[in-house]
């Protein structure tokens, strides 16, 4: 009995290891007014989104920092011109599906105004 919970225990400790090492971690940029991206000098840590993309579990996770209010997230797929909704609010995190692949761009617009974006290939 004692060798079956010890495996039990090995696996569910596998588990969260296992998926936290298959997550990609996207690049999050920020877009300035004039549609340009941030300069390639900005401290990435200024930014206060983190963004990763788990293709076993077909989901994008976004971690927000710091308090940005309510954020508008706008799911683009380019390859079959799909376009998704969401809305965050405060601080946590946004698990979105993706469902379909192709390229993936991400917008998000915080109450404040600034607009952030990543991009990948799902």
């Known amino acids: ?7 039990i225990l090995l696996l569910c400790m596998a588990f969260p290891m296992r998926a936290q090492e298959e997550g990609t971690e996207v690049i999050v940029e920020e877009v300035l007014e004039n549609g340009n991206e941030s ?8 930014i ?4 990763f993309y788990y293709p076993t579990f077909e ?11 309510t954020a508008d997230i706008v799911v683009s797929n380019l ?5 998704d909704y969401y809305q965050q609010v405060g601080i ?12 993936i761009i991400i917008l998000i617009t915080t109450s404040s105004g600034h607009r952030y974006r990543a991009c990948f290939v799902a």
């Open 39 to 46: 300069p390639t000098l900005r401290n990435p840590e200024s």
């Open 48 to 51: 206060p989104i983190t963004c």
């Open 59 to 69: 989901m994008v996770e976004l971690s927000f920092l710091s308090d940005l209010g």
């Open 79 to 83: 390859s079959t011109e799909t376009v």
């Open 1 to 7: 009995m004692k060798k079956v919970l010890f495996v």
């Open 92 to 103: 946590g995190v946004a698990v979105i599906p993706i469902s379909d692949p192709g390229p």
